[in-house]
């Protein structure tokens, strides 16, 4: 059961992942500035951002997955938190760019 569960959560965080690289992308070509120094600079290069952000996201995708197996409380918890920590930007990119 915790490895369906896991599966669906290391998928969101996917998506997630993808709508926040997308919705990035999308502002920065529309006007908008990324207010992270270090993002800022890795987005010079479209390319390499998306190449590094897809690591990350497969690294993270991984750890979730690895979370969801673990027996020990604070532990298991770490993929919902990276699923909600994720969620977190992207709903600021789509509040930003729907312009609230």
Partial sequence: MSGIR??????TFVLLSGIDAFTTLFG???GFAEANPVLRARLADPTAFLARYATYTLIGALLILISFNLRRKPLSYL????????ALPVLSNTLLLAGL
Avoid: E, F, P, S
């Fill in 79 to 86: 993929g919902r938190l990276m699923v909600i920590l994720k």
């Fill in 28 to 30: 920065i070509k529309h």
């Fill in 6 to 11: 896991g599966i669906k959560y290391a998928l």
